[in-house]
């Protein structure tokens, strides 16, 4: 399950499966526990937005400070809701962050090296963590609509049995809080991306389930049922603890999946 921790106003979940294995430091974020303000209030860890540089990187020294994890090492990228997968070394420390970012088109990051912070933003679109509990590999997806039509999460676990080693049975997976079905309502074009099972049709516009269909992709690649996590939450439903683009449009902070091997 996702296990909600508070420290103070400082709000994140934490996901047992990983927790448990002592291989990972990792959390989601809400928006609470930060500096930013109006719009932003309060963890916004958005780069290059409206917000001052010096709130967002307060906040991103908050929650690393809580999850001790050095924010200088934090390794970001571009996310531009594609299917590119980064794999990401300790060169590679600090981008993004205390350096330019050399990742312009990385919708997913995969590490097998020890004290490498990955980061993804979110804010509606499905956080996926991938774990291999054997090899020690580490993997953040980023799955909008797009990345999940056209199966991220199955290419990344393919990119961690292909380039590290990995065997689909000993990965754990877990699916942070995102919009689900009971909100996201599309267009027809964007439903026909769907196999129809994932989308519902009862009311007057369709509506998508990416979680069961990210779970269906995961599944299909030999990751097994009982170890993927859902969290249940949408992002929506819950807009008093998340950033929600479908509620708020673009004038909003982004929560961020922080992970990272030790
Ligand atoms: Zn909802």
New binding site residues.
Partial sequence: MFRLVKNGNLCYYTIDAFENTGLVKHCFTTKHGGVSEGCYESLNLRMNCDDSEENIHENYRIICNELGIDVNSLVLSKQVHKTDIAGVTSADKGNGFVFENKFESADALVTNEKNVPLVTFFADCVPVFLLDTKKEVLALVHSGWRGTANGISALTVQHMIEHYGSTAEDIIAAIGPS??K??FEVGDEVAAEFDERFVDRAKEKPYVDLQGCIIEQLIGCGVKRENITDSGI????RCDEFYSHRTTGNERGTMAAIAMLV
Avoid: D
């Fill in positions: 919009i689900r009971c909100h949408c992002t929506c439903c």
